[in-house]
């Protein structure tokens, strides 16, 4: 290796998390991608929060193993209206466990809990493994990195049905509280 050379190696970060998180982890990005698959198929769903508020969100699920909540709602602010999108994992009992909106990802767990700001810290996301705070069978090193850009997939996909997709008008969409049982 030359003088001049920017290569570098630094140590892995090992976060031990519940065996429950780990297990709905390893499904979500160990499962396929094939469009076959129930799981591939996003559910879109909003809600108005009022006539100029629309909160949206597609949900992947893969049954008792994990959801996937790609979230769009508007924002007010001073400066004026903006879109936030953000995506939740969730264990099968709908616990949060990892929320990402593309700029930070939180890990939201009983025995490991932790934010990384991706830009702030890019090399944090690479190095970060998760492994079970118990011993599991075949269990290894998950990388985080491939959590996120699994997560990301998903998230592109459901904004661009977003983006395309015709906002219902405030007399259509019932509040959650309408919608016959």
């Known amino acids: 290796m030359g003088k001049g050379s920017q290569v570098r190696v630094i140590d892995a970060k090992i976060v031990k998390v519940s065996p429950k998180l780990y297990r709905t ?22 809600e108005r929060e009022s006539p100029h508020e629309l909160h949206e969100q597609v949900i992947f699920e893969k049954p008792h193993k994990w959801i996937l909540r790609v979230v769009y709602y508007t924002e007010r602010t001073p400066e004026g209206d903006r879109g936030v999108q953000y995506a939740l994992l969730e ?33 944090e996301l690479q190095r970060t493994f998760i492994l079970p705070s118990r011993p599991l069978p075949f269990a290894g090193p998950l990388p985080l990195a491939r959590v996120i850009d699994r997560i990301a997939v998903y998230s592109e996909a459901a904004a661009g049905h977003i983006e395309t997709c015709e906002a219902p008008e405030a007399a259509e969409t019932p509040a959650v509280s309408e919608v016959p049982a």
Not at 34 to 44: D, L, P, S
Request: proline letters at 5%; aromatic letters at 10%.
């Open 25 to 46: 982890l390893l499904s979500f990005v160990n499962s396929s991608l094939k469009a076959e698959y129930i799981w591939n198929t996003g559910v879109h769903l909003w």
């Open 91 to 123: 264990t099968p009992d709908a616990s949060p466990c990892i929320k990402s909106d593309g700029v930070r990802v939180e890990v939201m767990d009983k025995e490991a809990s932790f934010t990384i700001d991706c830009y702030k810290e890019p090399v």
